[in-house]
T-cell receptor, first 110, second 115 residues
Framework: QKEVEQNSGPLSVPEGAIASLNCTYS??????FFWYRQYSGKSPELIMS????GDKEDGRFTAQLNKASQYVSLLIRDSQPSDSATYLC??????????FGPGTRLSVLP | DAGITQSPRYKITETGRQVTLMCHQT?????MFWYRQDLGHGLRLIYY???????DKGEVPDGYVVSRSKTENFPLTLESATRSQTSVYFC??????????????FGAGSRLTVL
């Protein structure tokens, strides 16, 4: 089973700042990665996916993948209080299921 | 309503009782999953199913039973509930085998308390 690690946080950033969330994974053959956002008391929802080395931008979100170093990160620019949530990193596990990291709790302070 | 629905959303039961959590999806997704989420452990896979009548264990299957007689339904049964099974349970589905193209979509969750 693959392992996915994340800093549990909480990570606190002021409104308008850049929030940086990191994820490392154990398996060098992993090809695709996902970031889910989970608000308190709600279910996870997909916000980003990335498959290739480098950056992928979607609005205020940028996912960065470095397969050689086995890490994937999520940057949130111009952070808003509405971004306060737990962010989960996920990796497909040999085509059978998905493995999730423990999540990083982000708090954006007004 | 289209989507993935879980029931009940909240359940309180006693140790030793049998509990079934229901999951229904209207997308005809092949894969369905049950995860539990606990503080400090994140999402842990209990069971998953690749198709009707095909199920397999995940990371934490002990104490749970699943079935999948129809593609759209994937019930999770706790045959004799224990306090350690107090958790939030999420059902999820994906159109095909987990990969970059087939992402997970979650139900709203079922919060189970075992007294």
């Amino acid at each position: 089973q693959k392992e996915v690690e994340q800093n549990s946080g909480p990570l606190s950033v002021p409104e308008g700042a850049i929030a940086s969330l990191n994820c490392t994974y154990s398996d060098r053959v992993s090809q695709s990665f996902f970031w889910y956002r989970q608000y308190s008391g709600k279910s996870p929802e997909l916000i980003m996916s990335i498959y290739s080395n480098g950056d992928k931008e979607d609005g205020r979100f940028t996912a960065q993948l470095n397969k050689a170093s086995q890490y994937v990160s999520l940057l949130i620019r111009d952070s808003q209080p509405s971004d306060s949530a737990t962010y989960l990193c996920a990796v497909p596990n040999y085509g059978q299921n998905f493995v999730f990291g423990p999540g990083t709790r982000l708090s954006v302070l007004p | 309503d289209a989507g993935i629905t879980q029931s009940p959303r909240y359940k309180i039961t006693e140790t030793g009782r049998q509990v079934t959590l229901m999951c229904h999806q209207t997308w005809s997704h092949s894969y369905m999953f049950w995860y539990r989420q606990d503080l400090g452990h994140g999402l842990r896979l209990i069971y998953y199913s690749a198709a009707a009548d095909i199920t397999d264990k995940g990371e934490v299957p002990d104490g749970y039973v699943v079935s999948r007689s129809k593609t759209e339904n994937f019930p999770l049964t706790l045959e004799s509930a224990t306090r350690s099974q107090t958790s939030v349970y999420f059902c999820a589905s994906s159109v095909g085998a987990p990969s970059g193209a087939n992402v997970l979509t979650f139900g709203a969750g079922s919060r189970l308390t075992v007294l």
